[in-house]
């Protein structure tokens, strides 16, 4: 089984994430929501997770934070991270892929960029479709 965590500190946010996730065929998966940076990494210290998908701008603790968290530590830095963001900008995506960012997803995300960026990352998540 296949956990994805979606972190934003929007609600409507997390449910299109987690809707185009379904969408594309990822039904199977474990999906786990939370909304902000320290909350997520709380899980990921206490569970294997598969893929993280997160915001950048969010209470408590940023996506950027929480990002260089994760990749600073050798147990973790393995994990597939996926940006989306509203804040696209070339030079903002390539700070993000400096960090470690697997794919950069520009706001309104869709089914289709979902998708595309799962394919570059982590095609066995597609597989079990």
Do not use: F, Y
């Not at 869709?110 to 960026?117: F, I, K, N, Q, Y």
Request: net charge negative; hydrophobic share 45%.
């Amino acid at each position: 089984m296949n956990k994805i965590l979606i972190v934003d500190d929007s609600t409507t946010a997390r449910m299109v994430i987690k809707r185009c996730l379904k969408i594309i065929g990822l039904t199977d998966a474990t999906v786990i929501e939370v909304a902000h940076g320290q909350e997520a990494l709380d899980i990921i210290k206490e569970q294997q997770v598969d893929l993280l998908v997160t915001d950048l701008n969010m209470p408590v603790m940023s996506g950027e934070t929480l990002i260089s968290r994760i990749k600073a530590n050798p147990k973790l830095n393995e994990m597939p991270v996926i940006v989306v963001t509203c804040a696209g900008n070339p030079a903002k995506e390539a700070q993000l892929l400096g960090l470690g960012v697997n794919q950069v997803v520009n706001k309104p995300v869709s089914a289709e960029l979902m998708l595309t960026a799962l394919e570059g990352i982590c095609p066995e998540l597609l597989i079990t479709m």
